[in-house]
């Protein structure tokens, strides 16, 4: 089955930076787009990063861009999500999600993960 592991979400303060992984198994890894997701308590799940098969082409919403970035590495299945200057409201669960194809919105991706949390501290 189509699994996708996450890894690296910690207590950071503002400011800091984090690296999360997500591993992917049960598919065609270089056929998919891949995003990170995040949500935070009572709040809405927003895609924060996106990639397309290839790496040639990413998407960041306004509130993310200039401090994370997102790549992947075909080779290892992985796609990596790297956040620098950490701020208290980056604070949520962060999801690693893959799709046919490169999107803004959840609903566009079809497998997600489990989660992993980061946590911002002012």
């Known amino acids: 089955q189509v699994q996708l592991v996450e890894s690296g979400g910690e207590l950071v303060q503002t400011g800091g930076s984090l690296r999360l992984s997500c591993v992917v198994s049960?598919?065609?890894?270089?056929?998919?787009?891949m995003a990170w997701s995040r949500q935070a308590p009572g709040k809405e799940r927003d895609i924060v990063a996106a990639i397309d098969w290839s790496g040639s082409r990413t998407y960041f919403p306004d509130s993310v861009k200039g401090r994370f970035t997102i790549s992947r590495d075909n080779a290892k299945n992985t796609v990596y999500l790297q956040m620098n200057s950490l701020k208290p409201e980056d604070t949520a669960v962060y999801y690693c999600a893959a799709g046919r194809g490169i999107g803004v919105y959840p609903h566009e991706y079809r497998y997600w993960g489990q989660g992993t949390q980061v946590t911002v501290s002012s």
């Open positions: 049960g598919l065609t890894f270089s056929d998919h787009a």
